[in-house]
């Protein structure tokens, strides 16, 4: 369990020096990012990507969770307002927060603020099929296997295969939408 409980909050400008330090490796940055990030991270990358959340249809949320006012997570979720669809991407807890517990509340929070908006019908994410922890935890959520994507990333000299999960508005038990006895 975490020291204490995470908080769910939007992910702001403030938070971006808190994470710069977390992917110390060109691999690092890839398993949380992608290919198509430019190692080190730095605060312009993550401004861009801050700067996608703005509008009446963003193109993404992003969320920190904090722990006793540190930042102890992050993830976001790109969305496909036409067809109600997200994908849950870019998630990370903090190396100083990492084995207490952390990531399966936070993404509970997560999951559940994405299914509150009623226009949303399907959350996935794609997975390296060597991160077996995040898959654990994936599984836990609820999330579903669908299938994976063989050699379909290239980092450095090495090939990496992706793992595809989603879940579905109705996977949700119908207590999960449901905060302090009201439904979300």
Known sequence: MPIAPVQLEPFARHHIGGMLDWFPTAEALAQWGGTGLRFPLDAMQLEAMLASTLGEAPERWMFAGTVGGSL???????????????????????????????????????????????????????????????????????FVEEGVRRSSAKVGDVRWDTALYGMLRSDLPATALIQNGKPT
């Not at 922890?133 to 959520?141: D, P, V």
């Open 72 to 142: 102890a997570g992050h993830a976001q979720i790109a969305l496909d307002w036409e067809n109600g669809v997200g994908r849950l991407a870019r998630v990370a807890v903090n190396p100083t927060f990492r084995g207490q517990g952390l990531a399966d509340p936070f993404l509970r929070q997560v999951v559940t603020r994405f299914f509150a908006d009623a226009r949303f019908e399907r959350l996935e994410l794609n997975v390296y099929t060597f991160n077996t922890a995040a898959i654990r935890t994936y599984l836990k959520l609820g």
